[in-house]
């Protein structure tokens, strides 16, 4: 995908832009995705938290992940959509909403998540591995985006 991705929130409040190629681009089938979207699934952009710059005012709302690690998601004050959000393990990674951008005819799922919750109509290409849960260790999911990516 390209550089310089831009972005905004329904209502405008919130603008942002990523200053670096996304690291890679997944679906998520996890309950919780579920809940939050409101859908069958979430789909995101991992990028280092250093280039993502958010403009507008946030609310933030943590919760404890399976892994044990504090998830903190930012969403806009005004609308309330879900903006991005990162976790305390410090890695400096955040998930990105993919929705948000304002181009979104790129963003296209490499790595799947969460697969054993996924609804039995959902299809995935034929070059997916999916993931029964979500690797402990993120070099994992960028392995297997290279591999999606490769496999094309
Ligand atoms: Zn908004
Ligand atoms: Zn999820």
């Excluded at 409101?38 to 995101?44: E, L, R």
Aim: aromatic share 8%; glycine share 8%; with cysteine.
């Amino acid at each position: 995908m390209s550089t310089g991705l831009t972005g905004s929130c329904q209502c405008g409040a919130i603008t942002l832009t990523v200053a670096v190629p996304p690291l890679l681009t997944y679906a998520c089938f996890c309950n919780s995705c579920q809940k939050r979207t409101g859908s069958a699934f979430s789909m995101g952009l991992i990028v280092p938290t250093e280039a993502l710059e958010v403009a507008g005012e946030l609310t933030s709302w943590s919760r404890q992940s399976d892994k044990g690690t504090t998830n903190t998601r930012y969403s806009c004050a005004d609308c309330g959509n879900i903006i991005y959000g990162v976790d305390d393990s410090g890695m400096g990674l955040a998930k990105l909403q993919a929705g948000l951008l304002e181009d979104t005819s790129e963003v296209e799922p490499e790595v799947y998540l969460f697969a054993r919750s996924k609804q039995p109509w959902v299809s995935l290409p034929h070059n997916a591995r999916p993931f029964d849960t979500q690797p402990k260790d993120p070099m994992e999911m960028l392995a297997a985006a290279q591999a999606y990516r490769e496999a094309q």
